[in-house]
Structures are given as C-alpha cells and as structure tokens.
C-alpha cells in the first residue's frame, strides 16, 4: 500500500504542477528586443508565484537586468552587485509575490521602451481532484499527501527544472 501510495504521489506531482505554473516568453514571438510595448504585453496577464518569465533576445544586443521600482523609473542600476542576465535565453521564476520589475540596461534601450514592470501574486492554482481511494488510506500507511506534500511538490518540481535550465530565482 506504501508503495501504491507513493506512485499516486508521483502521478499528482506530474499532473498537478503544470497546471498552475505558467511560462511566458516576455513579448511573445517578438522576444525581447527593441519597438515592444511591454506594458501592453504585460496588461491583462495574471502572474502568479512559481510561474517563469523567459527573455529570449540574441545575446549580446541585450540583457535582463532586475531592479527596484526607483531605479526602474530612472532606467538605471543604483545596485553595484546586481549582474545582468545575458544568456539570450535567460528564465526567471517568479518566486516571490509583489511588483517585479526588469530593465535591458544596454545603450538607450530602458528609455526606449525594453522595460517590463509585473505584479506578482500569491500561487492559488485550482486542488487537484482527489483520486479515487487516495482520500482514506488504511490505518498505518501514509497518504499520498504525506509523501509529498503541497509544497514539496512544487519543490520537486523546481528542483527537476533548476537542474535543467538556466535559471535565476527572482
Ligand atoms: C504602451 O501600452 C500602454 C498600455 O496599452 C499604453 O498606455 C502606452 O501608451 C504604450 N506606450 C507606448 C510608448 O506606445
Ligand atoms: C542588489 O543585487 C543583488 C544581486 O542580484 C541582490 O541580491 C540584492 O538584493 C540587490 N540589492 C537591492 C537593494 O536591491
Ligand atoms: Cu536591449
């Protein structure tokens, strides 16, 4: 039954996260690049925390560079530590609720409009359905649940997809 259980488990984790965790490529098929209206590309997406933005632009003519709301007015970095992404193919995951904002910090990019500002929410992704038999496990045996857990799901997961990609948590 442990055992029985511990597949369930897998199963949910497989089928669970994806649901909830949005990636979306900044700017669409456009990318990140020059003449993009971030704002509107922005207006009307709901981004939730464990949802991924990814930058996709040729490296070299741009980068990624995460700042405070000041700074992001100003198009500038007051952070002497902060570093650029600049891979071209740079994927953030929104791990933290609260306003977000990026700059491309080469040349006159920033003022020309390579500005994305998101307001990131909580996670509140829909409880997977129960599956059958998986509510009431027999006395002495653990519950799907117990093996993995909500947020260890989620850890899990975040894990599998650190160890495969490029990534920053911001
Ligand atoms: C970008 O889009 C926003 C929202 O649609 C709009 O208010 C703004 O004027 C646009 N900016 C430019 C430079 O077109
Ligand atoms: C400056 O950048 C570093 C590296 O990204 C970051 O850890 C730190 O929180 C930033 N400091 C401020 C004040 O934003
Ligand atoms: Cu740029």
Known sequence: MAMKGFLIAIIVAAVAVPAFATDYVVGDNAGWKLGVNYTAWAEGKDFFVGDRLMFMYTPGSH????VDGADFQKCASSN???KPLTSGNDLITLATPGKKWYICNI???CPKGMKLVITVSEAEGPAPAPLPGSSAPPPGTS???GIFPGPLKY????????????MVVA
Do not use: P, Q
């Open 63 to 66: 980068n990624v560079l995460k």
């Open 143 to 145: 519950a799907a649940g």
């Open 107 to 109: 040349a006159d990019h």
């Open 80 to 82: 002497a530590t902060a």
């Open 155 to 166: 850890t899990v997961w975040m894990l599998a997809a650190l160890a495969l990609s490029n």
